[in-house]
């Protein structure tokens, strides 16, 4: 009995690890419209069967260069970080409508609706994704004044 209860976690560790290995499962991906980053992919897709999954890091206001866009302008940047996300779900065969789940991460709240200007340009205001807003102290570097992350699944055709 004791050796089948020991067996159980070992098959089920075996099927996770080999899942994360598997290549036709997850696919990581850095595509050209955003900055190549270090250490790390811009998103990973996942093969959900009749969908894929798109996770996708947390975006700064980096152009594809890797420079800032926008020093000091809350706005600007909030800009630059959608269009790196729909660079990121397009690249994945996707449109920002599929987008369903975006975690926001900024370091000034009082800039909420600027945030909400530039993020309704860029994604369906009629069915909105779900979302968080999260004031923190500060994020990787002072003129970063946002980040954002966001989950799409694009259905296959």
Do not use: H
Not at 45 to 60: E, H, P, Y
Not at 140 to 146: A, I, Q, T, W
């Amino acid at each position: 009995m004791m050796k089948k209860m020991l067996l159980i976690p070992l098959l089920f560790c075996c099927k996770v690890g080999w899942c994360q290995q598997d290549s036709s499962t997850v696919k990581f991906l850095n595509p050209p419209s955003v900055a190549t980053p270090r250490g790390y992919s811009q998103a990973a897709v996942i093969d959900l069967g009749t969908a894929r999954m798109v996770i996708i890091s947390g975006q700064v206001a980096f152009d594809k260069q890797g420079q800032l866009v926008g020093a000091g302008d809350f706005s600007a940047q909030a800009e630059q970080v959608f269009s790196n996300i729909k660079g990121i779900v397009e690249s994945a065969g996707g449109t920002m409508d599929d987008l369903v789940r975006i975690g926001i991460y900024l370091t000034d709240m009082s800039k909420t609706p600027l945030l909400r200007t530039a993020r309704d340009k860029f994604i369906n205001t009629k069915n909105p994704p779900t979302s968080i807003l999260v004031q923190v102290n500060k994020l990787f570097r002072d003129d970063v004044l946002l980040e954002v992350e966001a989950t799409a699944v694009i259905p296959k055709k």
